[in-house]
C-alpha cells in the first residue's frame, strides 16, 4: 500500500508542476513578460516547483536530512540522468551561451552553498542571500530578454506553449485557477509522497538522508526529466540541457533560500553530506564544463559515463547505510578504474579538439 501511496504522489506532483507551468507561463504571455524571461523563469520555477514544495514540508516536519538531501540529491540527478537519459536520445546540443554564463553561475552557487554548510546549518540569513540571488538572476534575464531578438528562440517557445487565443478576463481567470491548482497539486503530491518515502526508509533500514537523496530527490525531479526527455525527442537539444542547468540554478537559490528562510531553525545539514554528498554536488556542476565544451555537445558516450556514475552513487550510498563493506569494497574499485578512464577520454578529446581549432585557423 505504501508504493500505491508513494506512486500517487509521483503523479499529483508531476501533473501539479505541469499545470502550474501552463498556467503561469499563459499569465506571463497576458502580461507581455518575453518568451526568455518566461522560459528563464517561470518555467524553471514550475518544473523545480516539487522540490521547493517537498523541502518545506519536510523542514516544516522536522525531517532536515530530507529537506537538504533533496535539493543536494535533485542536483546531482539532474546532471547525472537527466542529461545522460536524454543525450542516450539524440546527441544534445550546448548553447555558448550556457558554457559562457549558466553552468560557471552553478558552479559559484554549488560552492557557495558547500559553504554555507561548513557550520552545520544553512541559516535564515543565508536563505536570505541565496533568494536575493535568485532575484539578481530573474533580473539579469529580464535585461538579457531585451536584447533577445533570436527568431529560433521566439519559434522553440512557441512550439511549446502555443497559445494564440485573445486575452479576455474570462481566460485570465483560467489561468490564474490553474495556478493555484497546480500550487494545490504540488501541496498535497508532496504530502502524500513525503509521508510514504519516510514509511519506506523506515522500512528498509535506511536513513531518511539516504531517502532523500536518492528516491525522493529522483521523483521530485521527473517534471525535468520528462521536459528534458521529450525536448530531446523533438529534436529542441538546446532546452534539453538549459532545462538541467536552470533548474539545478533553481534548486540552490530558490528552494534551499526559501526552505532556510522560512524553516524554523533553517536547515540543518549532517556531517555525511558535509564530507560526500556535497562535494559530489559541486564534483559534478564542475564537471559539467569540460562535457559541455568539447564540440559543444553531449556524446552518447558521455551520456553512459554519466549514468554509471549515477549507479555508482547510488549504490555507494544504500551500501554505506546499510553496512555493506563488500559492495562498498567493489564500487570503489569500479569507481577508481572508471573515473581516470574518463578523464583521461576528456583529456584526449580536448587536445583533439584544440588542434581540430588551430588547424582551421
Known amino acids: 500500500m505504501t508504493w500505491f501511496w508513494l506512486a500517487i504522489g509521483l503523479v499529483v506532483l508531476t501533473a501539479g508542476a505541469e499545470v502550474l507551468v501552463r498556467g503561469a507561463v499563459a499569465l506571463a504571455s497576458a502580461m507581455r513578460i518575453s518568451p526568455l524571461v518566461i522560459g528563464l523563469t517561470v518555467v524553471a520555477f514550475g518544473t523545480s516547483a516539487p522540490e521547493l514544495v517537498v523541502s518545506l514540508q519536510s523542514a516544516f516536519a522536522g525531517q532536515g536530512d530530507i529537506a537538504l538531501g533533496n535539493v543536494v540529491g535533485s542536483n546531482i540527478f539532474?546532471?547525472?540522468?537527466?542529461?545522460?537519459?536524454?543525450?542516450?536520445?539524440?546527441?544534445?546540443?550546448?548553447?555558448?551561451?550556457?558554457?559562457?554564463?549558466?553552468?560557471?553561475?552553478?558552479?559559484?552557487?554549488?560552492?557557495?552553498?558547500?559553504?554555507?554548510?561548513?557550520?552545520?546549518?544553512?541559516?535564515?540569513?543565508?536563505?536570505?542571500?541565496?533568494?536575493?540571488?535568485?532575484?539578481?538572476?530573474?533580473?539579469?534575464s529580464m535585461h538579457k530578454s531585451r536584447q533577445e531578438n533570436s527568431p529560433a528562440v521566439l519559434g522553440e517557445f512557441a512550439a511549446e506553449y502555443s497559445e494564440q487565443e485573445v486575452s479576455t478576463p474570462a481566460r485570465l481567470a483560467r489561468d490564474a485557477m490553474m495556478v493555484v491548482a497546480g500550487l494545490g497539486m504540488l501541496v498535497f503530491g508532496g504530502h502524500l509522497f513525503i509521508d510514504a518515502a519516510v514509511t519506506l526508509a523506515r522500512a528498509w533500514g535506511l536513513s531518511e538522508l539516504v531517502i532523500g537523496l536518492t528516491l525522493v530527490a529522483a521523483g521530485t525531479s521527473l517534471p525535468e526529466v520528462a521536459t528534458s526527455v521529450v525536448a530531446a525527442l523533438k529534436g529542441e537539444r538546446d532546452i534539453a540541457v538549459g532545462n538541467v542547468i536552470g533548474s539545478n540554478i533553481f534548486n540552490l537559490m530558490c528552494v534551499l533560500g526559501v526552505t532556510a528562510l522560512l524553516?524554523?531553525?533553517?536547515?540543518?545539514?549532517?556531517?555525511?553530506?558535509?564530507?560526500?554528498?556535497?562535494?559530489?554536488?559541486?564534483?559534478?556542476?564542475v564537471a559539467c564544463?569540460?562535457?559541455?565544451?568539447?564540440?559543444?555537445?553531449?556524446?552518447?558516450?558521455?551520456?553512459?559515463?554519466?549514468?554509471?556514475?549515477?549507479?555508482?552513487?547510488?549504490?555507494?550510498?544504500?551500501?554505506?547505510?546499510?553496512?555493506?563493506?563488500?559492495?562498498?569494497?567493489?564500487?570503489?574499485?569500479?569507481?577508481?578504474?572508471?573515473?581516470?578512464?574518463?578523464?583521461?577520454?576528456?583529456?584526449?578529446s580536448l587536445a583533439a579538439m584544440w588542434r581540430q581549432r588551430a588547424r582551421e585557423r
Open 289 to 348: 564544463l569540460p562535457v559541455f565544451l568539447i564540440g559543444h555537445a553531449i556524446e552518447r558516450w558521455e551520456a553512459c559515463c554519466l549514468l554509471a556514475f549515477y549507479g555508482l552513487y547510488t549504490g555507494y550510498l544504500v551500501a554505506q547505510s546499510q553496512g555493506n563493506n563488500q559492495v562498498l569494497g567493489l564500487l570503489a574499485t569500479i569507481a577508481w578504474v572508471l573515473g581516470p578512464l574518463t578523464i583521461v577520454a576528456y583529456v584526449v
Open 263 to 285: 524553516a524554523p531553525g533553517g536547515v540543518p545539514v549532517s556531517e555525511s553530506v558535509i564530507s560526500f554528498d556535497l562535494p559530489v554536488m559541486v564534483l559534478v556542476a
Open 78 to 140: 539532474n546532471v547525472l540522468v537527466t542529461l545522460g537519459l536524454s543525450a542516450l536520445i539524440v546527441p544534445l546540443h550546448v548553447n555558448v551561451q550556457l558554457i559562457r554564463f549558466d553552468v560557471p553561475l552553478l558552479i559559484a552557487l554549488s560552492i557557495v552553498v558547500y559553504g554555507m554548510c561548513q557550520d552545520g546549518r544553512v541559516d535564515h540569513l543565508e536563505g536570505a542571500l541565496l533568494m536575493a540571488g535568485l532575484v539578481a538572476y530573474t533580473a539579469w
